[in-house]
């Protein structure tokens, strides 16, 4: 990461300090817990309302989001065609990995202040692939920034039948 990537983490990373920013992401962290407990599917989502952040996001950040990733899984590569993502572990430890130079770059990412930013952080450019690795006990939750807005962002991931070609879909709030 470079100096300007990682003042723009230290930027998002104080607001997420915040006691009033922490009380709304752990509803919907708590919400979202609540939704999977229901469902058999390996991830979770809800979009984060923008205006929790009071209008201080870095600009360009069009969107957040609270994922949930099943323990003792992973969520298979995925690219946005349409946006850089920023993501931090909220609750739990997980792997996001990066495909770099022809390779997966492990990110371990854990919940702890304390550390470096590039500890907590992953920085995902636009139309890079990436996967979310959780080892077994608990599930892993996430916080996400997007520069796509909410109802634009597109995931794109490899067809299973078909080589050379992709599935996309919107992230719409579930």
Do not use: C
Not at 4 to 20: G, M, S, T, V
Not at 28 to 51: G, T
Request: aromatic share 10%.
């Amino acid at each position: 990461m470079d100096e300007k990537e990682i003042a723009l983490l230290l930027q998002i990373d104080a607001l997420l300090r915040e006691a009033f920013v922490a009380q709304h992401l752990n509803a919907i962290a708590d919400s979202v817990e609540q939704k999977f407990q229901q469902s058999s599917d390996p991830l979770s989502w809800k979009d984060v309302p923008l205006e929790i952040y009071q209008g201080r996001l870095p600009e360009g950040i069009q969107s957040s989001w609270v994922f949930l990733l099943r323990s003792d899984s992973a969520s298979g590569a995925e690219r946005h065609p349409n946006s850089h993502q920023r993501v931090t572990a909220w609750r739990g430890a997980g792997d996001l990995q990066i495909w770099v130079n022809e390779q997966w770059q492990s990110n371990v990412l854990i919940p702890e202040f304390r550390l470096p930013v590039e500890k907590r952080w992953a920085s995902i450019p636009v139309n890079t692939w990436h996967q979310a690795v959780v080892g077994p006990g608990k599930h892993w939750i996430v916080v996400s920034f997007h520069t796509a807005p909410t109802g634009e962002l597109i995931e794109e991931r490899p067809n299973r039948k078909e080589a050379n070609r992709f599935e996309q879909r919107t992230y719409k709030s579930s």
